[in-house]
């Protein structure tokens, strides 16, 4: 994306995209969601952040990460001078939500991946943050679970570097902040991050 005309076709093929899954009936999940959750924050092509699937807060409003997780996420990018108004595009391995927050099925994850292959191949981001293990598991597939292989660079798609950190509602669970706790690694990870985005011209 390297000048004004790439970013308005980006824009458009992502719209066309969103378009069409909110009319998608590719698996089960259509018949149970609420609303189609595409995207959120800003298209663009240096940060993405990819987490597991809509819950009950985002599949109400169709905006990923709004809920309490969401909230804390905010506040993780924002510790490091981040935010999803100006650096960051949301996306998830699912569009829809799964009722009552099961994790994904395989076979929702491969009906669904269309979308995500589009969101990376239109706006090939140089970072990709692989949130939680069921991203992790969409990319690294046979990676150690996500204490074992957050905060280190993997090769993405397109050259990306590609690092999976921890997903918010873990450490929404995990209160501590002493050192070595989740929320201290992932401060660790977050600031990796910047030092990196900042990086990029
Ligand atoms: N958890 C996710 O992984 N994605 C969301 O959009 C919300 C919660």
Redesign the pocket.
Known sequence: MTNNIDLINAYTILEEAENSCKNCCKCALSKTRTKT?FSGGIPNNKLMLI?????YW?DQKGE??V?R??QLLDKIFASVGLSRQNDVYIC?TLKCRPPDNRNPLLEEKEACREYLDIQINTLKPKIILL??NIAVQSFLPGAKGITRVRGQWFDGPFGAKMMPIF?P?YLLRNDSRDKGSPKWLMWQDIKEVKRVYASLS
């Open positions: 959750v987490g597991e699937a809509p819950g985002e990923p990460f809920g997780a969401g998830n949130c939680g997903h509602s």
